[in-house]
Nanobody, 124 residues
Framework: VQLQASGGGLVQPGGSLRLSCVASGRTFRNNAMSWFRQAPGKEREFVAVIRRSGSSYAESVKGRFTISRDNAKDTVYLQMNSLKPEDTAVYYC????????????????????WGQGTQVTVSS
């Protein structure tokens, strides 16, 4: 069972990137899926979650990032627009239980599977 994150890179402030997270070994179509990020010297933090009931975002990315999924491809995406230098981090995807409640979505221990991370650097 594996989650493979990709799509990171170097982008200028104001630019866009789309991250992908592909599942293999089993399907996560019914699972809650999230993105977290970890900046240098900081703790890993919640970014966004997509559940059967919809999606939710951290305040710091609301209005700029969009999480989506393509169940036919067992893939979750994170579209990141209007990127800022403070968005620089390693981004991780994670799979949680189908019944994940929103109040638990920000907790890392709510998730059973993690991808390996992809580096996003926002710099001029």
């Amino acid at each position: 069972v594996q989650l493979q994150a990709s799509g990171g890179g170097l982008v200028q402030p104001g630019g866009s990137l789309r991250l992908s997270c592909v599942a293999s070994g089993r399907t996560f179509r019914n699972n809650a899926m999230s993105w977290f990020r970890q900046a240098p010297g900081k703790e890993r933090e919640f970014v966004a979650v997509i559940r059967r009931s919809g999606s939710s975002y951290a305040e710091s990315v609301k209005g700029r990032f969009t999480i989506s999924r393509d169940n036919a491809k067992d893939t979750v995406y994170l579209q990141m627009n209007s990127l800022k230098p403070e968005d620089t981090a390693v981004y991780y995807c994670a799979a949680g239980p189908p019944g994940l409640i929103l109040s638990s979505a920000w907790r890392q221990n709510s998730y059973d599977y993690w991808g390996q991370g992809t580096q996003v650097t926002v710099s001029s």
